[in-house]
């Protein structure tokens, strides 16, 4: 019956999976601008373009422009970016998923643009700067901090996640951990029908409150977001029915009213199999919806996958923390005597719920590291970035509930004390510790609910400034070889992109012996505005010339001439097109302290893994029994004895 209950949950979560699959989306990034930041300009632009990932919302998008002199200068319009193939989608004139800010004419100065926008997905804050010259030389800008999630934000996230737990954890331990009638002895059976009835009526009440509770903090979520943008009436109706993000929330809202109505008229009907299975199904659209409200995945990655790994996380997380209050309220209600070991009923309860805790502890490690992968770009990403260090004393805090648990399964399962040869009269259970390391445990996962609650709302460690150098784009564009009469003339560029940069020029003469030394070499650049800039090269010997400068300060298509002069000779002369890129497009705008190359192929193996020891640790403890696994030795010999089958 526990396995077939399971089993439901998994096949309502397979079907919230396919209703509400859709294109991953994540935390809004401009992966590139134009002007790009730090360029300098001749000519004052007239607009600028920001690059986003996914769709933001045009009416939640502020923009300052600010002078070098603190002047500040308004936008003409903020608009969809539709030259460039983004237009948004009929019924959506409010996203976009390109923006152009047109700019009122700019004197030679240098400019602050500042912008500050939501996603339309999930209402996520994309803010960033970058800054320009017009006739000004500028410094790239330095990355900004990253956008942390403010605290009434943090607060509410923490306590919804709480109450979540309340709702999903103490009704999921009455439908999936409280036993039926015919696993116990006869003996036992009136006295847990009494002690039954008392605590399922104790379990509904305090999750009918918890359910008004994440009513109320979903309203505040919801009313708080709005606020903080200083929302008219019209623009909270665009909001809540205009926006994934709203209709999102209303779902998750009508959702906890269904359950409550369903709990409050569920008096005497807890026995009936329909009406618990409602219940069950309604407990996973929850976690399936309040899931959502956090970062989805890499774009690229499958929905589907990513869906059922946020909603089984949330899920587990809650009804392992909800579960253990439900353990607290068991003990405290008639099943005293599981303190003192003997009494079957008790121990059958608590042995119930350590199992279910250990397939929730695996459940989370198999989607926490799914998860992290896409979220964490790189090594730096993990252990640089707030976000990384968050989720790694995350995990800490996660190892310690887990010995906790350990703990209280090794006091609970004999067997488990004899298959690691433990003494067992050190385990004897004694009331007081028991209370305690469940309030352990407890205080433990709430910590890491508020951990988890930051890293929902803060930024998670990915985007372009964490992508690793693009060596076939800077290869492609780095350098240049071509004939020239008797010469061969090869040209690079490094970092190539705007600012410094260090030019190298190569001259072979094919000719033996060289009919004549290299006298002058030239080169002449012309800019994409195309402003010209004559430079001699000074020459290191052997026909090797170097220029190091600023004179590549615009990203975009450059005319580099080559001029070779030679005496008695003419002049050896080409002419090509070269592309310098923009900053976001040569490489990783953070400095490499570790490591930059993708992190997410680690996360997943380690997913990959512990997913199939948990998957292989069950068939076998199924297949051969459980006094086969008396000693840990058994494993070994039932692997080997499998392998060579
Ligand atoms: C191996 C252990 C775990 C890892 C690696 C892990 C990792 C993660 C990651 C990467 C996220 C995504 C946050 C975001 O959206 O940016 C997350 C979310 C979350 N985690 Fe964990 N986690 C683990 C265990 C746990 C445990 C034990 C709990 C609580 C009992 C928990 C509760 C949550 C909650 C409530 C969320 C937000 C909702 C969601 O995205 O499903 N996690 N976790």
Redo the contacts with the bound molecule.
């Keep these: 019956m526990f396995k077939r209950k399971l089993l439901g949950v998994g096949l309502a979560l397979f079907v919230l999976v396919l209703v509400t699959a859709r294109p991953a989306q994540a935390h809004p990034i401009v992966v590139q601008t134009d002007p790009p930041d730090g360029a300098t300009l001749d000519t004052a632009p007239g607009q600028v373009r920001l690059f986003l990932n996914q769709p933001v919302l045009l009416d939640f998008t502020t923009v300052e422009l600010v002078d070098g002199d603190g002047n500040r200068f308004s936008p003409l319009a903020i608009q969809p970016d539709t030259e460039n193939g983004t237009a948004p989608a009929a019924g959506t004139a409010n996203q976009a998923a390109n923006l152009l800010i047109k700019l009122p004419s700019l004197p030679p100065n240098t400019y602050r643009v500042a912008w500050k926008t939501r996603s339309e997905d999930d209402f996520h804050i994309s803010a960033g700067t970058i800054v320009f010259g017009i006739q000004r030389v500028v410094n790239e800008s330095a990355p900004g901090g990253p956008a942390l999630p403010s605290w009434w934000d943090l607060t509410l996230r923490w306590l919804n ?1 709480g109450a979540l737990a309340g709702v999903i954890g103490l009704l999921g331990f009455r439908l999936l951990v409280l036993p039926e009638e015919k696993l116990l002895k006869d003996a036992e059976k009136s006295s847990h029908r009494e002690n039954l009835a008392v605590l399922q009526e104790r379990l509904n009440r305090y999750a009918r409150w918890a359910g008004w509770v994440a009513l109320a903090l979903g309203l505040a979520f919801f009313g708080g977001q709005g606020l903080a943008d200083n929302l008219s009436g019209e623009r909270w109706w665009e909001l809540l029915t205009g926006t994934t993000f709203g209709l999102r929330w209303l779902a998750g809202e009508i959702i906890l009213g269904l359950l409550l109505a369903l709990l409050y008229s569920g008096v005497g009907r807890v026995k009936s199999p329909l009406y618990n299975r409602s219940i069950l199904v309604l407990l996973v659209a929850l976690a399936g919806t ?2 959502q409200n ?2 989805a995945g890499l774009p690229g990655s499958s929905p589907v996958l990513n869906i059922l790994a ?2 089984l ?2 899920f587990a ?2 009804l ?2 909800g579960g253990l209050v439900a353990v607290l309220l068991a003990l405290g209600q008639g099943y005293k005597n599981a303190q003192t070991e003997g009494s079957n009923l008790a121990w059958l309860i608590l042995r119930r719920f350590s199992k279910l805790a250990a397939l929730n ?1 695996f459940v ?2 198999v989607t ?2 799914y ?2 992968g ?2 964490i770009a790189s090594l730096d990403g993990l252990l640089t970035t707030l ?1 990384g260090q968050t ?1 790694m004393v ?2 800490q805090l ?1 190892l310690f ?1 887990a010995l906790i648990g350990l703990l209280n399964a090794l006091i609970l399962h004999p067997g488990l004390r004899r298959w690691l040869h433990l003494d067992s009269s050190r385990f004897k259970i004694k009331p007081r510790f028991l209370k305690r390391a469940l309030l352990l445990e407890i205080g433990t ?1 709430g910590i ?2 508020g951990f ?2 930051f ?2 709302g ?1 930024e ?1 460690a990915r985007g372009p400034e964490f992508s690793p150098f693009n060596q076939a784009t800077t290869a492609s564009n780095a350098s240049y070889s071509a004939a020239v009469n008797d010469l061969i003339v090869s040209f690079s560029v490094k970092p190539n992109r705007p600012g410094r940069n260090f030019v190298d020029l190569n001259i072979f003469n094919t000719r033996r012996p060289a009919p004549a030394p290299f006298a002058k070499v030239r080169l002449m650049l012309t800019s994409p505005n195309g402003q010209e800039n004559l430079v001699e090269l000074p020459s290191d010997g052997n026909g090797h010339y170097q220029l190091s400068g600023d004179q590549l300060q615009n990203a975009g298509d450059w005319q580099i001439g080559v001029a070779i002069e030679r005496s008695n000779l003419p002049i050896a002369q080409t002419s090509f097109a070269w592309k310098v890129l923009a900053t976001q497009e040569t490489g990783s705008r953070r400095p490499v302290v570790f490591s930059n190359q993708p992190l997410q192929p680690w996360f997943n193996l380690a997913a990959g893994l512990i997913l199939l020891a948990g998957s292989l640790f069950w068939l076998i403890w199924r297949l051969a029994g459980k006094r086969f696994l008396a000693h840990p030795i058994n494993i070994l010999i039932t692997f080997v004895a499998i392998k060579r089958n």
Aim: glycine share 2%.
């Design positions: 996640f309040a899931s956090t970062h946020d909603s996380h949330l997380a809650c392992w923390l502890l989370l490690a926490g590291f998860k992290s896409q979220q976000y989720l995350k995990f996660v509930a996962l890491v609910m988890a609650a890293l929902s803060a998670p």
